[in-house]
């Protein structure tokens, strides 16, 4: 037996034949050309023609994997017409006299080292994407033909990695799972991989030898690690495991499309936090019945310069056409504390929890929040979109933000550009705001609790610093007493409140949470069905008798 570790993109167990996937690639040369402007229309025709196929397995897309799935070929579709790419491309053409297979590959080289290169997760996962794009011109180019896989039984794919297009065209009857050599967490191959539900690891270091094929093996996707040849303890531990998992699944897919209502009738929002487009899938497979918060300052991190407008629109439009009916909250850029940014270059602080972090970087540099302002309005026309503004600690703050995205309004409109007319609320996170939320309340349409930060500042005590974690007590009676506080005074003023926080998503407190009479949970995406669970099975004025207990 070989056993090999990689990193889990989708849990699950597979057990089956291994199929390796190999991919012929056809050698480019370069070749001088006297007729720069022929090679350029080459080019462009068959860009067109490269354009036709990702609508084609943008369609494929949508059918197999939803909406967030097919985003991805919209996306590739975008870079394909990309200004700098195509002029990057041409200008190679027309200035080195080189045939457009040469300029195409060359470009796709240069820009897939330059996002390999990048520190940051998600952007290295573009580089892929590139030479995806790549590859399909030069199939053009070459007169190719994109070529399906099947399989004559189920199989695990193992390839040195795919490519999202050679994903898409699988086989899904036919695939089991699939373990990649290379490939990234943050790749849109793996965003497929999740939404379609295909148990997946990459990164796992192992050698295509050809001594693979037709061999058994087993995927851990949970586990992350990838067994060929596995051994009678093995095989039978993993039979059991599947077999656990498979009920667990069962048990939980009952759950789905059932309201979360308790025994006694109160109802509850179960929502999802998700940190980009990418966790939407994971969102909508665990039956959210919305997005609580969406976290935008994934859009600035590890970035030298600002996201633009249209970049973030189109994030924003994708989100909400991906959730259709359901609210998506966008919580405005929260930066500072423990989540620095380059672009910002904001200065080193002593106490930077307590600095110029979320919404005060917001108001003192009201150009940054306009620009995100613009795009959450213009995506707003296109879904159920709502704004949360962090770390509110007074009602001046409220009415300055609401006189920003009044004047932002006016311009869209006055432009004859869409806007829509977004719920907007604020997080919870501070002792001050917890104390006058009953003023809040009156400025805004709902309240979302964070309990990270507030348990921080009510306890005095760094959530960073591990030498406190003994007196950083998220369950503190305090804590508790100060989330109630809230919610009543949310309620009396005709307005929900949620609780977004890690504390949320603690099971053992979801019975105390709707005792408090809480609206709104919003967790991560796995913790939604075994959550609805518990408040199925909860009645809920029988168990509010005796929970003041305790936190007494």
Not at 440 to 464: C, H, M, P, W, Y
Request: hydrophobic share 40%; net charge negative.
């Amino acid at each position: 037996m070989r056993a090999y570790r990689g990193k889990s993109v989708f849990g699950g167990i597979a057990i089956g034949k291994i199929q390796v996937l190999g991919r012929v690639e056809k050698q480019v040369k370069r070749t001088r050309t006297e007729d720069a402007e022929g090679e350029i229309l080459r080019y462009r025709q068959a860009a067109e023609a490269a354009a036709d196929q990702l609508t084609a397995l943008y369609e494929k897309a949508l059918r197999e994997a939803g909406e967030e799935g097919a985003a991805i070929f919209e996306i590739h579709r975008m870079m394909l017409e990309d200004g700098d790419y195509r002029e990057s491309i041409e200008n190679m053409i027309h200035t080195r006299q080189v045939n457009a297979e040469y300029a195409v590959a060359q470009t796709g080289d240069n820009l897939a080292r330059m996002f390999a290169s990048m520190e940051d997760d998600y952007m290295r996962g573009r580089a892929a994407d590139v030479e995806d794009i790549s590859r399909r011109l030069l199939c053009v180019l070459q007169g190719g033909q994109e070529q399906g896989q099947s399989f004559s039984e189920p199989v695990i794919i193992v390839a040195d990695d795919l490519t999202p297009s050679e994903t898409v065209r699988l086989d899904r009857d036919r695939v089991l799972a699939f373990v990649t050599v290379h490939g990234s967490l943050h790749s849109h191959t793996a965003i497929l991989a999740r939404t379609m539900g295909i148990p997946a690891l990459v990164g796992t270091g192992l050698s295509l030898d050809g001594t693979l094929d037709g061999k058994t093996g087993i995927v851990d996707g949970t586990g992350g690690t990838f067994y060929v040849e596995p051994d009678e303890e093995t095989m039978g531990r993993m039979r059991q495991a599947r077999q656990e998992e498979q009920q667990q699944q069962e048990l939980l897919r009952t759950l789905r499309g059932r309201e979360n209502t308790t025994l006694d009738g109160q109802n509850i929002l179960l929502y999802a936090n998700v940190g980009n487009m990418r966790d939407l899938a994971a969102a909508l497979q665990n039956d959210a019945a919305g997005i609580g918060l969406f976290r935008s300052e994934f859009l600035y991190l590890e970035r030298e310069d600002f996201p633009t407008e249209e970049e973030q629109f189109r994030i924003y439009r994708s989100a909400a056409g991906a959730m259709g009916e359901k609210r998506v909250i966008i919580r405005t850029l929260d930066i500072g504390a423990d989540k620095q940014c380059g672009c910002l270059q904001m200065e080193k602080e002593e106490n930077p929890a307590m600095g110029c972090r979320a919404i005060r970087v917001c108001l003192t540099r009201p150009e940054i929040f306009r620009t995100q302002l613009r795009a959450l309005l213009r995506a707003s026309a296109y879904g159920k979109i709502a704004i949360m503004y962090p770390m509110i600690t007074s009602v001046w703050e409220i009415r300055k933000i609401k006189e920003i995205v009044e004047e932002v309004r006016m311009r869209l409109r006055a432009r004859g550009i869409a806007c829509g007319e977004p719920e907007q609320g604020i997080m919870i996170e501070t002792p001050a705001a917890a104390i006058i939320s009953d003023r809040l309340a009156k400025e805004v349409d709902f309240f979302s609790i964070g309990t990270n930060d507030l348990t921080q500042f009510l306890l005095a005590a760094d959530r960073q610093n591990a030498a406190l974690d003994a007196f950083c007590d998220p369950r503190h009676p305090a804590v508790f007493r100060m989330i109630e506080q809230v919610v009543e005074n949310a309620h009396r003023a005709g307005i929900w409140a949620g609780i977004c926080g890690e504390l949320g998503g603690d099971p053992e407190l979801t019975r105390d949470f709707l005792a408090m009479g809480v609206d709104e949970l919003s967790v991560s995406p796995g913790r939604i069905l075994p959550i609805r669970k518990i408040v199925l099975e909860t009645d809920v004025s029988r168990y509010r008798e005796t929970w003041q207990k305790n936190w007494e």
